[in-house]
Each structure stands twice: as C-alpha cells, then as structure tokens.
C-alpha cells in the first residue's frame, strides 16, 4: 500500500491522516538534525579533502586517491604554526583549494631563488599572512609564485591521512626528521 492509499485509509478511519502527518514530521526533523550535526560537524570540526597532484610528495604520493582529515579553522587560522599541512583557498583561483605546508609564518623571513640563477631576494612574511610550499619543490604551484597567503584563507590544518594508508601528519619542515 502506497503513502496515499494509506493517508486515504487513515482518513477514512477518521484519523484525518495524521499517521502519515506525523511520519512526514519526524522524518523531516530527523532529517534537519542530521543536516545540522553534519554542518557544524564539516565546518566547525573536521573535514574530508582529496589530495591531487605531485606537490606534496613524499609526505603524500599524489597518485590515486589520497584523502586527508583536517581540522577546520574557522576564525582559529591564528593557531597556523610553520611546519603544519594546512588546506586553503588557492589565491589565484578561489574556487579551488591546495593543500601546501606552512614554512613561514608573520614576521619570518623567506629567500627566494630565481630560477634562472639570479641573486636570491629575501622577503618578510608580513601580518596576517603565511608562506607556503609543497614538499616537491620542482613540481609545486605555491607561494613562490603567488606570493604570501592572508590567514583568512586558511580553511583547516590536516591532521591525518585515511586513503590510501592512515597515517599521523605531524608537524614539520622539509629537512626535519
């Protein structure tokens, strides 16, 4: 018996359909609190990110399905310290995210070396701002290209990897043990 035959015979009965009514409002506010739990859950919590590319190789492979958790930051961005793997809005295109390491932080100094052998330049990562690199030099798209980060585009720090393997993501420069 379909919702309708149902509603119809309930209304017949003299129950004016309100087994069906009542149905359709539990289920729609069991609907709304799982909506609730799983938005404060992804934005003021945890979050799911899909690693592509070769940047972050060797700390991620870059081939097949690498997935991270991170840890949202919303309005917390200030808590970013050099040597974490944050994810944040790629500043060139703001409908896309990276997922780069933090290797400096307000006030640190960054040298940067031409490609073409010039004389290095050194720049000051200035206030609400981060410098951000891949782990694969050679193959990275990051803050050496286009320059300093602000904090507000910071979205989450990773805190593990789930896909392919689990792995801890701690904290640390490229060079550090």
Same mark, same amino acid.
């Given at each position: 018996?379909? =919702? =309708?035959?149902?509603?119809?015979?309930?209304?017949?009965?003299?129950?004016?359909?309100?087994?069906?009514?009542?149905?359709?409002?539990? =289920?729609?506010?069991?609907?709304?609190?799982?909506?609730?739990?799983?938005?404060?859950?992804?934005? /003021?919590?945890?979050?799911?990110?899909?690693?592509?590319? %070769?940047?972050?190789? %060797?700390?991620?492979?870059?081939?097949?399905?690498? *997935?991270?958790?991170?840890?949202?930051?919303?309005?917390?961005?200030?808590?970013?310290?050099?040597?974490?793997?944050?994810?944040?809005?790629?500043? &060139?295109?703001?409908?896309?995210?990276?997922?780069?390491?933090?290797?400096?932080? +307000?006030?640190?100094? &960054?040298?940067?070396?031409?490609?073409?052998?010039?004389?290095?330049?050194?720049?000051? *990562?200035?206030?609400?701002?981060?410098?951000?690199?891949?782990?694969?030099?050679i193959m990275s798209r990051d803050s050496r290209e286009y320059?300093?980060?602000?904090? +507000?585009? &910071?979205?989450?720090?990773?805190?593990?990897?789930?896909? %392919?393997? /689990?792995?801890?993501?701690? %904290?640390?420069?490229?060079?550090?043990?």
């Open positions: 018996m379909g =919702w =309708w035959a149902a509603a119809a015979a309930g209304a017949a009965a003299g129950k004016g359909g309100q087994g069906t009514a009542a149905t359709l409002r539990k =289920w729609t506010a069991r609907g709304a609190k799982t909506a609730a739990v799983l938005h404060v859950t992804f934005n /003021y919590v945890a979050f799911f990110s899909q690693i592509n590319g %070769p940047s972050m190789f %060797p700390t991620f492979s870059g081939r097949g399905w690498n *997935v991270v958790v991170a840890e949202a930051l919303p309005g917390m961005q200030d808590r970013v310290a050099a040597g974490d793997v944050v994810i944040c809005i790629r500043p &060139v295109n703001a409908r896309e995210n990276v997922i780069k390491r933090v290797t400096a932080v +307000a006030g640190q100094r &960054v040298t940067l070396f031409t490609r073409g052998g010039g004389a290095p330049t050194t720049l000051e *990562v200035p206030t609400g701002h981060i410098w951000l690199q891949g782990d694969n030099l320059g300093p980060v602000p904090l +507000a585009m &910071v979205k989450g720090r990773v805190v593990c990897q789930i896909l %392919p393997n /689990y792995k801890w993501v701690p %904290p640390r420069l490229p060079g550090q043990p």
